[in-house]
T-cell receptor, first 112, second 110 residues
């Protein structure tokens, strides 16, 4: 009963390096989301995917790209990491409409 | 800035006190949810409110959705140390966009 699985859990990058954060859900949910959480800022939506094959920008998309590989997987890519991208990243999934969102455990990313 | 603003940002109270957390937006949401987050974990759903003016109760927690579906409140009666955590409101917009508020960090002292 995995739910939403994020990898890796921790990562340290140097400025300018690239990396991909992976997210997979096994609940057959249509919609998937990437958020970042900074101290005192709650969660801010980076990108979301309403269904397989579609992606849309959220509140803070600059510096990120996403891929909805299939219904299960939604990845977040940082092409050239910056210290301002130091944050905790959460992936979430939900069916649609008014349904509950289920979250992964988060990825703590530090860019030095 | 965030679509949903919560207040207060921090709240430190004694066990047994009552408190209210507010969630406000200029946008109309099709539904609004409240989540609670523990350190090192993702948020977990507490309640969903859908209809303007709706009130839902969950033990000592009372949730209200504003008549215009732009704001909501969470009231906790007789707070306990186990209520300590980060409380987040989230608005569903156009059925797929899902935005969170800035969060209220609650600390209940024994």
């Amino acid at each position: 009963n995995a739910g939403v699985t994020q990898t890796p859990k921790f990562q340290v990058l140097k400025t300018g390096q690239s990396m991909t954060l992976q997210c997979a859900q096994d609940m057959n949910h249509n919609s998937m989301y990437w958020y970042r959480q900074d101290p005192g800022m709650g969660l801010r939506l980076i990108y979301y995917s309403a269904s397989e094959g579609t992606t849309d920008k959220g509140e803070v998309p600059n510096g990120y790209n996403v891929s909805r590989l299939n219904k299960r997987e939604f990845s977040l890519r940082l092409e050239s990491a910056a210290p301002s991208q130091t944050s905790v990243y959460f992936c979430a999934s939900r069916i649609q409409g008014r349904s509950e969102a289920f979250f992964g455990q988060g990825t703590r990313l530090t860019v030095v | 800035t965030q679509l949903l603003e919560q207040s207060p940002q921090f709240l430190s109270i004694q066990e047994g006190e009552n408190l209210t957390v507010y969630c406000n937006s200029s946008s109309v949401f099709s539904s609004l949810q409240w989540y609670r987050q523990e350190p090192g974990e993702g948020p977990v759903l507490l309640v969903t409110v859908v209809t303007g003016g709706e009130v839902k109760k969950l033990k000592r927690l009372t949730f209200q959705f504003g008549d215009a579906r732009k704001d909501s409140s969470l009231h906790i009666t007789a707070a306990q140390p186990g209520d300590t955590g980060l409380y987040l409101c989230a608005g569903v917009y156009n059925f797929n966009k899902f935005y969170f508020g800035s969060g209220t960090k609650l600390n209940v002292k024994p």
